[in-house]
Protein backbone atom coordinates (compact mmCIF):
# COMPACT_ATOMS: atom_id res chain seq x y z
CA UNK A 1 0.00 0.00 0.00
CA UNK A 2 1.18 3.27 -0.82
CA UNK A 3 1.71 5.93 1.71
CA UNK A 4 -0.70 8.56 0.17
CA UNK A 5 -3.26 5.51 0.44
CA UNK A 6 -2.04 5.02 3.84
CA UNK A 7 -2.67 8.45 5.14
CA UNK A 8 -6.17 7.87 3.75
CA UNK A 9 -7.04 4.80 5.07
CA UNK A 10 -5.89 6.22 8.75
CA UNK A 11 -7.84 9.48 8.50
CA UNK A 12 -10.96 7.88 9.24
CA UNK A 13 -9.85 7.32 12.57
CA UNK A 14 -8.98 10.61 13.34
CA UNK A 15 -10.14 10.48 16.88
CA UNK A 16 -7.42 7.98 17.87
CA UNK A 17 -4.44 10.38 15.65
CA UNK A 18 -5.62 13.14 17.94
CA UNK A 19 -5.47 11.62 21.01
CA UNK A 20 -1.78 9.99 20.19
CA UNK A 21 -0.85 13.40 19.10
CA UNK A 22 -1.77 14.46 22.38
CA UNK A 23 0.22 11.48 24.08
CA UNK A 24 -3.04 9.59 24.82
CA UNK A 25 -2.25 6.21 23.99
CA UNK A 26 -4.33 2.86 24.50
CA UNK A 27 -2.76 0.72 27.42
CA UNK A 28 -5.42 -1.45 28.08
CA UNK A 29 -4.91 -4.89 29.64
CA UNK A 30 -3.89 -7.37 26.75
CA UNK A 31 -6.57 -10.06 25.87
CA UNK A 32 -4.51 -12.56 25.17
CA UNK A 33 -0.83 -14.36 25.98
CA UNK A 34 1.88 -11.95 26.52
CA UNK A 35 3.70 -13.76 23.43
CA UNK A 36 1.50 -14.80 20.55
CA UNK A 37 1.90 -17.96 18.51
CA UNK A 38 2.07 -16.38 14.64
CA UNK A 39 0.16 -17.85 12.35
CA UNK A 40 1.84 -19.79 8.86
CA UNK A 41 2.27 -18.18 6.22
CA UNK A 42 0.97 -19.63 2.62
CA UNK A 43 2.68 -16.99 0.49
CA UNK A 44 2.91 -13.93 -1.23
CA UNK A 45 0.53 -12.14 -3.28
CA UNK A 46 1.83 -11.61 -7.10
CA UNK A 47 -1.04 -10.12 -8.68
CA UNK A 48 -0.69 -6.82 -10.01
CA UNK A 49 -4.95 -6.12 -9.09
CA UNK A 50 -4.36 -6.86 -5.55
CA UNK A 51 -1.54 -4.55 -4.14
CA UNK A 52 -4.38 -2.89 -2.15
CA UNK A 53 -6.16 -6.17 -0.82
CA UNK A 54 -9.21 -5.79 1.37
CA UNK A 55 -11.16 -8.55 1.05
CA UNK A 56 -10.44 -12.21 0.92
CA UNK A 57 -13.15 -15.99 0.69
CA UNK A 58 -11.75 -19.00 0.67
CA UNK A 59 -12.91 -21.53 -2.30
CA UNK A 60 -12.32 -25.36 -2.02
CA UNK A 61 -9.39 -24.78 -5.05
CA UNK A 62 -7.86 -21.72 -3.48
CA UNK A 63 -9.15 -17.96 -2.87
CA UNK A 64 -10.74 -15.28 -4.41
CA UNK A 65 -9.33 -11.71 -3.53
CA UNK A 66 -10.50 -8.11 -3.99
CA UNK A 67 -8.79 -5.02 -3.92
CA UNK A 68 -9.82 -1.55 -2.11
CA UNK A 69 -9.53 0.27 -5.82
CA UNK A 70 -10.40 -0.96 -9.07
CA UNK A 71 -8.60 -0.28 -12.34
CA UNK A 72 -11.27 2.03 -13.42
CA UNK A 73 -15.40 2.87 -11.52
CA UNK A 74 -17.24 0.64 -14.05
CA UNK A 75 -16.28 -2.91 -12.89
CA UNK A 76 -15.75 -4.96 -10.19
CA UNK A 77 -12.47 -7.37 -10.07
CA UNK A 78 -12.56 -10.40 -8.42
CA UNK A 79 -9.03 -12.13 -8.28
CA UNK A 80 -8.99 -15.95 -8.58
CA UNK A 81 -5.85 -17.29 -7.04
CA UNK A 82 -4.71 -21.01 -6.09
CA UNK A 83 -3.36 -22.55 -3.06
CA UNK A 84 0.05 -20.35 -4.04
CA UNK A 85 -1.49 -17.42 -4.58
CA UNK A 86 -0.76 -17.33 -8.06
CA UNK A 87 -3.58 -15.23 -10.28
CA UNK A 88 -5.46 -18.16 -12.42
CA UNK A 89 -8.66 -15.71 -13.63
CA UNK A 90 -10.32 -12.49 -12.90
CA UNK A 91 -14.40 -12.75 -12.67
CA UNK A 92 -14.99 -8.87 -13.84
CA UNK A 93 -18.71 -7.27 -13.05
CA UNK A 94 -19.60 -4.26 -14.51
CA UNK A 95 -20.72 -2.26 -11.70
CA UNK A 96 -19.29 1.11 -10.30
CA UNK A 97 -17.65 0.69 -7.24
CA UNK A 98 -16.37 3.31 -4.47
CA UNK A 99 -14.04 1.83 -1.94
CA UNK A 100 -14.92 -2.10 -1.80
CA UNK A 101 -13.16 -3.49 1.85
CA UNK A 102 -14.77 -6.85 2.10
CA UNK A 103 -15.88 -10.07 0.47
CA UNK A 104 -18.02 -13.15 1.14
CA UNK A 105 -19.15 -16.05 -0.59
CA UNK A 106 -22.12 -17.97 0.17
CA UNK A 107 -23.53 -21.50 -0.35
CA UNK A 108 -24.25 -21.39 -3.98
CA UNK A 109 -20.83 -19.60 -4.99
CA UNK A 110 -22.23 -16.07 -5.11
CA UNK A 111 -20.33 -13.21 -3.89
CA UNK A 112 -21.10 -10.51 -2.47
CA UNK A 113 -18.45 -7.15 -2.30
CA UNK A 114 -19.37 -4.88 0.60
CA UNK A 115 -18.54 -1.04 -1.15
CA UNK A 116 -18.62 0.47 2.16
CA UNK A 117 -15.23 1.79 3.15
CA UNK A 118 -15.51 5.85 3.43
CA UNK A 119 -12.37 7.21 4.31
CA UNK A 120 -13.44 10.98 4.77
CA UNK A 121 -16.61 10.12 6.81
CA UNK A 122 -18.67 11.39 3.97
CA UNK A 123 -20.64 9.34 1.75
CA UNK A 124 -24.46 9.82 2.23
CA UNK A 125 -25.15 5.84 0.88
CA UNK A 126 -23.13 2.46 0.51
CA UNK A 127 -23.65 -0.18 -1.58
CA UNK A 128 -23.23 -4.01 -1.59
CA UNK A 129 -22.68 -5.65 -4.93
CA UNK A 130 -23.84 -9.05 -5.66
CA UNK A 131 -21.83 -11.01 -8.26
CA UNK A 132 -22.82 -14.30 -9.88
CA UNK A 133 -20.40 -16.95 -11.09
CA UNK A 134 -20.64 -15.97 -14.60
CA UNK A 135 -19.67 -12.09 -13.59
CA UNK A 136 -23.19 -10.98 -13.78
CA UNK A 137 -23.84 -7.74 -11.03
CA UNK A 138 -26.99 -6.63 -8.82
CA UNK A 139 -26.16 -3.83 -7.01
CA UNK A 140 -28.31 -2.37 -3.18
CA UNK A 141 -28.02 0.87 -2.12
CA UNK A 142 -28.08 1.79 1.89
CA UNK A 143 -28.25 4.59 3.89
CA UNK A 144 -27.20 5.02 7.51
CA UNK A 145 -30.18 6.10 10.04
CA UNK A 146 -30.54 10.01 10.68
CA UNK A 147 -28.32 10.54 7.43
CA UNK A 148 -24.68 9.99 9.26
CA UNK A 149 -21.83 8.38 7.76
CA UNK A 150 -19.24 5.19 8.85
CA UNK A 151 -16.11 3.52 7.91
CA UNK A 152 -16.86 0.40 7.40
CA UNK A 153 -14.76 -2.19 6.28
CA UNK A 154 -16.38 -5.51 7.86
CA UNK A 155 -19.36 -7.73 6.35
CA UNK A 156 -21.09 -10.43 7.54
CA UNK A 157 -23.20 -12.49 5.53
CA UNK A 158 -25.75 -14.09 7.82
CA UNK A 159 -27.46 -18.25 7.04
CA UNK A 160 -30.15 -16.50 6.04
CA UNK A 161 -28.90 -13.89 3.75
CA UNK A 162 -29.07 -10.79 5.38
CA UNK A 163 -26.17 -8.55 5.53
CA UNK A 164 -24.51 -7.58 8.54
CA UNK A 165 -22.18 -4.33 8.29
CA UNK A 166 -19.36 -3.74 11.16
CA UNK A 167 -18.11 -0.12 10.99
CA UNK A 168 -14.43 0.19 11.69
CA UNK A 169 -14.34 1.90 15.33
CA UNK A 170 -12.17 2.84 17.34
CA UNK A 171 -12.68 1.06 20.19
CA UNK A 172 -16.45 -0.27 19.17
CA UNK A 173 -17.73 -1.62 15.90
CA UNK A 174 -21.36 -0.68 15.26
CA UNK A 175 -23.98 -3.43 13.86
CA UNK A 176 -25.88 -1.82 11.08
CA UNK A 177 -28.68 -4.46 8.89
CA UNK A 178 -30.79 -3.56 6.11
CA UNK A 179 -34.48 -2.22 7.69
CA UNK A 180 -36.31 -4.64 4.71
CA UNK A 181 -36.38 -7.17 2.56
CA UNK A 182 -33.54 -6.77 -0.18
CA UNK A 183 -34.44 -4.71 -3.20
CA UNK A 184 -32.73 -5.30 -6.69
CA UNK A 185 -34.94 -1.46 -7.30
CA UNK A 186 -32.68 0.34 -5.21
CA UNK A 187 -30.48 3.35 -6.13
CA UNK A 188 -29.17 6.28 -5.60
CA UNK A 189 -31.74 8.21 -5.17
CA UNK A 190 -33.79 5.41 -3.42
CA UNK A 191 -31.64 3.77 -1.34
CA UNK A 192 -32.93 0.90 1.61
CA UNK A 193 -32.41 2.05 5.30
CA UNK A 194 -30.35 0.42 7.37
CA UNK A 195 -30.68 0.25 11.28
CA UNK A 196 -28.24 0.07 13.78
CA UNK A 197 -29.04 -4.05 15.45
CA UNK A 198 -26.45 -3.78 17.70
CA UNK A 199 -22.75 -3.07 19.09
CA UNK A 200 -19.37 -4.80 20.14
CA UNK A 201 -16.83 -3.22 22.00
CA UNK A 202 -13.34 -3.77 21.45
CA UNK A 203 -10.47 -2.95 23.88
CA UNK A 204 -7.04 -2.75 23.17
CA UNK A 205 -4.64 -5.75 23.06
CA UNK A 206 -0.52 -5.44 22.73
CA UNK A 207 -0.21 -7.87 20.08
CA UNK A 208 2.36 -6.61 17.74
CA UNK A 209 1.17 -5.75 14.08
CA UNK A 210 -0.57 -2.96 11.88
CA UNK A 211 0.28 0.39 10.86
CA UNK A 212 2.50 2.22 13.29
CA UNK A 213 2.22 6.10 12.66
CA UNK A 214 0.51 8.29 10.39
CA UNK A 215 2.60 11.81 9.50
CA UNK A 216 5.19 11.14 12.24
CA UNK A 217 2.24 10.23 15.13
CA UNK A 218 2.65 6.90 16.87
CA UNK A 219 -0.45 5.31 17.33
CA UNK A 220 0.07 3.55 20.08
CA UNK A 221 -2.23 0.51 20.76
CA UNK A 222 -5.22 2.24 18.60
CA UNK A 223 -4.71 -0.60 15.40
CA UNK A 224 -5.87 -3.26 17.67
CA UNK A 225 -9.06 -1.60 18.48
CA UNK A 226 -10.45 -0.80 14.52
CA UNK A 227 -12.18 -3.36 13.10
CA UNK A 228 -11.15 -4.34 9.17
CA UNK A 229 -12.92 -7.21 8.15
CA UNK A 230 -15.19 -10.29 8.95
CA UNK A 231 -16.17 -13.36 8.17
CA UNK A 232 -19.15 -16.08 8.79
CA UNK A 233 -18.39 -19.47 9.19
CA UNK A 234 -19.51 -22.15 6.09
CA UNK A 235 -21.96 -23.84 8.65
CA UNK A 236 -23.02 -20.65 9.99
CA UNK A 237 -22.46 -21.65 13.61
CA UNK A 238 -19.28 -19.40 14.30
CA UNK A 239 -19.08 -15.78 12.80
CA UNK A 240 -15.49 -13.51 13.47
CA UNK A 241 -14.12 -10.03 13.13
CA UNK A 242 -11.22 -9.02 12.51
CA UNK A 243 -9.11 -6.32 13.84
CA UNK A 244 -5.13 -4.78 12.36
CA UNK A 245 -4.10 -7.87 15.02
CA UNK A 246 -6.86 -9.97 16.66
CA UNK A 247 -9.43 -12.06 15.47
CA UNK A 248 -12.69 -12.51 17.79
CA UNK A 249 -14.37 -15.46 17.06
CA UNK A 250 -18.07 -15.93 18.46
CA UNK A 251 -20.45 -19.17 18.57
CA UNK A 252 -23.58 -17.74 16.71
CA UNK A 253 -27.01 -19.14 18.57
CA UNK A 254 -29.86 -19.50 16.15
CA UNK A 255 -28.25 -18.32 13.36
CA UNK A 256 -28.82 -14.82 14.09
CA UNK A 257 -25.14 -12.94 13.56
CA UNK A 258 -26.33 -9.80 15.46
CA UNK A 259 -27.81 -10.89 18.41
CA UNK A 260 -24.90 -12.92 18.92
CA UNK A 261 -21.92 -10.47 19.12
CA UNK A 262 -24.54 -7.88 20.53
CA UNK A 263 -24.94 -10.48 23.26
CA UNK A 264 -23.72 -11.46 26.53
CA UNK A 265 -21.17 -14.01 25.05
CA UNK A 266 -17.79 -13.21 25.09
CA UNK A 267 -15.41 -13.99 22.02
CA UNK A 268 -12.49 -16.05 21.93
CA UNK A 269 -9.51 -14.26 20.78
CA UNK A 270 -7.11 -15.40 18.44
CA UNK A 271 -4.05 -12.91 18.24
CA UNK A 272 -2.89 -12.04 14.22
CA UNK A 273 0.40 -10.84 15.41
CA UNK A 274 3.04 -9.29 12.83
CA UNK A 275 0.50 -8.41 10.19
CA UNK A 276 1.99 -5.29 8.67
CA UNK A 277 -1.39 -4.06 7.06
CA UNK A 278 -3.94 -6.57 8.01
CA UNK A 279 -7.73 -6.11 5.82
CA UNK A 280 -9.22 -9.06 5.52
CA UNK A 281 -10.16 -12.66 7.02
CA UNK A 282 -12.26 -15.34 5.94
CA UNK A 283 -12.86 -19.23 7.02
CA UNK A 284 -10.69 -22.16 5.21
CA UNK A 285 -13.84 -24.18 2.93
CA UNK A 286 -14.05 -26.74 5.92
CA UNK A 287 -14.85 -23.90 8.48
CA UNK A 288 -11.25 -24.84 10.65
CA UNK A 289 -9.25 -22.48 10.36
CA UNK A 290 -8.99 -18.72 9.73
CA UNK A 291 -7.26 -17.09 6.14
CA UNK A 292 -5.88 -13.73 6.89
CA UNK A 293 -4.15 -11.28 4.03
CA UNK A 294 -2.48 -8.35 4.49
CA UNK A 295 -1.92 -5.37 1.72
CA UNK A 296 1.28 -4.76 0.13
CA UNK A 297 3.46 -2.04 -0.28
CA UNK A 298 4.12 -1.04 -3.59
CA UNK A 299 6.73 1.73 -2.95
CA UNK A 300 8.87 -1.07 -0.16
CA UNK A 301 8.20 -3.93 -2.66
CA UNK A 302 6.68 -5.96 -0.54
CA UNK A 303 3.83 -7.73 -1.76
CA UNK A 304 0.30 -8.61 0.01
CA UNK A 305 0.54 -11.89 2.08
CA UNK A 306 -1.93 -14.59 3.01
CA UNK A 307 -1.59 -16.42 6.17
CA UNK A 308 -3.69 -19.64 8.08
CA UNK A 309 -4.52 -19.53 12.16
CA UNK A 310 -5.69 -22.48 14.30
CA UNK A 311 -8.39 -20.51 16.05
CA UNK A 312 -7.61 -19.91 19.64
CA UNK A 313 -9.90 -22.53 22.02
CA UNK A 314 -12.76 -20.80 24.07
CA UNK A 315 -11.63 -20.03 27.51
CA UNK A 316 -12.99 -22.92 30.45
CA UNK A 317 -14.89 -21.26 33.21
CA UNK A 318 -13.43 -19.07 34.98
CA UNK A 319 -12.62 -19.04 38.76
CA UNK A 320 -13.12 -16.61 41.29
CA UNK A 321 -9.42 -16.05 41.42
CA UNK A 322 -9.59 -15.55 37.56
CA UNK A 323 -12.60 -12.63 37.86
CA UNK A 324 -11.10 -10.65 40.51
CA UNK A 325 -7.79 -10.68 38.44
CA UNK A 326 -10.03 -9.10 35.46
CA UNK A 327 -11.95 -7.09 37.59
CA UNK A 328 -9.00 -5.76 38.96
CA UNK A 329 -7.95 -5.16 35.31
CA UNK A 330 -10.82 -3.87 34.25
CA UNK A 331 -9.95 -0.90 36.50
CA UNK A 332 -6.96 0.25 35.23
CA UNK A 333 -8.86 1.08 32.10
CA UNK A 334 -6.95 3.50 30.64
CA UNK A 335 -8.13 7.18 29.56
CA UNK A 336 -8.41 6.26 25.76
CA UNK A 337 -10.84 3.31 26.40
CA UNK A 338 -12.53 5.37 29.02
CA UNK A 339 -13.13 8.81 26.78
CA UNK A 340 -13.90 5.95 23.82
CA UNK A 341 -16.66 4.59 26.01
CA UNK A 342 -18.02 8.07 27.11
CA UNK A 343 -17.45 9.88 24.32
CA UNK A 344 -16.76 8.33 21.25
CA UNK A 345 -14.96 9.08 18.40
CA UNK A 346 -16.88 12.35 17.12
CA UNK A 347 -17.31 13.95 21.20
CA UNK A 348 -13.28 13.21 21.47
CA UNK A 349 -12.98 15.57 18.25
CA UNK A 350 -15.33 17.60 19.30
CA UNK A 351 -13.78 17.55 23.08
CA UNK A 352 -10.18 17.95 21.66
CA UNK A 353 -11.66 20.98 19.33
CA UNK A 354 -13.10 22.38 22.29
CA UNK A 355 -10.02 21.79 24.06
CA UNK A 356 -7.79 23.86 21.42
CA UNK A 357 -10.38 26.43 21.05
CA UNK A 358 -10.30 27.25 24.74
CA UNK A 359 -6.68 27.31 25.43
CA UNK A 360 -6.79 29.44 22.57
CA UNK A 361 -8.50 32.07 24.36
CA UNK A 362 -7.23 31.61 27.65
CA UNK A 363 -3.79 32.46 25.47
CA UNK A 364 -5.49 35.79 23.82
CA UNK A 365 -6.78 36.77 27.47
CA UNK A 366 -2.47 36.15 28.58
CA UNK A 367 -1.84 38.33 25.93
CA UNK A 368 -4.35 40.98 26.78
CA UNK A 369 -3.66 40.30 30.76
CA UNK A 370 -0.19 41.32 29.63
CA UNK A 371 -0.23 44.31 27.64
CA UNK A 372 -2.58 45.84 29.91
CA UNK A 373 -0.42 45.08 32.64
CA UNK A 374 2.94 46.83 31.01
CA UNK A 375 0.64 50.14 30.00
CA UNK A 376 -0.20 50.88 33.89
CA UNK A 377 2.94 50.15 34.63
CA UNK A 378 4.07 52.25 32.30
CA UNK A 379 1.70 55.27 33.13
CA UNK A 380 2.36 54.89 36.64
CA UNK A 381 6.34 55.14 35.86
CA UNK A 382 5.30 58.35 33.80
CA UNK A 383 3.23 59.60 36.65
CA UNK A 384 5.93 59.42 39.17
CA UNK A 385 8.43 60.74 36.61
CA UNK A 386 6.05 63.70 36.06
CA UNK A 387 5.58 64.41 40.10
CA UNK A 388 9.63 64.31 40.41
CA UNK A 389 9.78 66.65 37.74
CA UNK A 390 6.99 69.26 39.49
CA UNK A 391 9.09 68.69 42.79
CA UNK A 392 11.88 69.61 41.43
CA UNK A 393 11.35 72.51 39.54
CA UNK A 394 8.88 73.98 43.07
CA UNK A 395 12.68 72.76 45.17
CA UNK A 396 14.75 74.95 42.20
CA UNK A 397 11.88 77.89 42.82
CA UNK A 398 12.27 77.99 46.31
CA UNK A 399 16.11 78.33 45.95
CA UNK A 400 15.77 81.10 43.44
CA UNK A 401 13.37 83.09 45.82
CA UNK A 402 16.07 82.49 48.67
CA UNK A 403 18.97 83.90 47.16
CA UNK A 404 17.59 86.71 45.02
CA UNK A 405 15.45 88.23 47.82
CA UNK A 406 16.41 89.46 51.62
CA UNK A 407 17.75 87.24 54.17
CA UNK A 408 14.53 85.77 55.55
CA UNK A 409 14.68 81.88 57.27
CA UNK A 410 11.32 80.83 56.31
CA UNK A 411 12.06 81.34 52.74
CA UNK A 412 15.51 79.48 52.93
CA UNK A 413 14.87 76.07 51.46
CA UNK A 414 16.05 73.33 53.81
CA UNK A 415 17.08 70.34 52.13
CA UNK A 416 16.59 68.16 54.79
CA UNK A 417 13.23 69.36 55.07
CA UNK A 418 13.21 70.43 58.82
CA UNK A 419 10.78 72.97 60.05
CA UNK A 420 11.57 76.60 60.20
CA UNK A 421 14.15 77.54 62.31
CA UNK A 422 11.55 79.19 64.62
CA UNK A 423 9.59 76.69 65.09
CA UNK A 424 12.33 74.03 65.79
CA UNK A 425 13.19 76.29 68.96
CA UNK A 426 12.10 75.35 72.93
CA UNK A 427 8.58 76.73 73.57
CA UNK A 428 9.08 79.65 75.72
CA UNK A 429 9.04 78.68 79.82
CA UNK A 430 6.16 79.50 81.33
CA UNK A 431 6.55 80.04 85.80
CA UNK A 432 3.95 77.46 87.41
CA UNK A 433 2.01 79.59 90.23
CA UNK A 434 3.58 80.19 92.96
CA UNK A 435 3.28 77.62 95.91
CA UNK A 436 5.28 78.90 98.65
CA UNK A 437 7.67 76.09 97.99
CA UNK A 438 9.71 76.67 94.52
CA UNK A 439 10.69 80.10 94.34
CA UNK A 440 8.64 82.92 94.14
CA UNK A 441 8.67 85.81 97.62
CA UNK A 442 10.00 83.28 99.96
CA UNK A 443 13.94 83.39 98.04
CA UNK A 444 13.85 86.65 96.55
CA UNK A 445 17.00 88.51 97.82
CA UNK A 446 16.65 90.48 100.63
CA UNK A 447 16.33 93.87 100.09
CA UNK A 448 18.72 96.28 102.01
CA UNK A 449 17.68 97.58 105.63
CA UNK A 450 16.96 101.56 105.66
CA UNK A 451 20.09 104.00 106.43
CA UNK A 452 18.27 104.75 109.50
CA UNK A 453 18.61 101.52 110.84
CA UNK A 454 14.11 101.65 110.55
CA UNK A 455 13.87 98.64 108.02
CA UNK A 456 12.76 95.31 108.90
CA UNK A 457 14.07 92.22 108.05
CA UNK A 458 11.69 91.96 104.74
CA UNK A 459 12.39 95.66 103.89
CA UNK A 460 10.22 98.80 104.79
CA UNK A 461 9.76 100.56 107.85
CA UNK A 462 9.01 98.88 111.27
CA UNK A 463 5.47 100.07 112.34
CA UNK A 464 6.90 99.85 115.63
CA UNK A 465 9.08 101.85 115.52
Same mark, same amino acid.
Given at each position: ??????????????????????????????? +????????????????????? /???????????????????????????? /???????????????????????????? =?????????????????????????? =????????????????????????????????????????????????????????????????????????????????????? =????????????????????? /? !????????????????????????????????? @???? @?????????????????????? =???????????????????????????????? +???????????????????????????????????????????? !?????????????? @???????????? @?????????????????????????????????????????????????????????? !?????
Amino acid at each position: MQHGHLMRKISKSAAVVALAALGITVTATPA +QAEEPKPGDKVCDVNSEMLWE /LSGIAATEDGYVAISDGSRDQTQIDLVH /LDDSCQETQNLIGAADPYDPEDLAVDSD =GTFWVADSGDNQGNRPHIALHQVSSD =GNVVTYRFSYPEGKSYDTEALLMQPDGTPIFATKGPGESLLFAPSGELDQATDINNPLALENVGSVKIDATETPGGPEEVGGVPL =GDAPSTMVTGGAVSPDGEKAV /L !RTYTDAYEWNISDGDVAGTLDGDSEPTVTPLPD @EPQG @EAISYTSDGKKFVTASEGNQEE =GLAPQVWTYEPAKAASKKSDKDKKDDEAAGSN +QSITDFLLDVLGPNGILMTIAAIGLLGGLLALWGVIVIVRSRKR !RRRRDAEREERMRK @EEEEEAARQMAY @ESGPYDDDARPDPEGRRPFDERMEPPHRSRPDDGLSGGRLFDPMPPRGDDGTGTVYGG !RDPFR
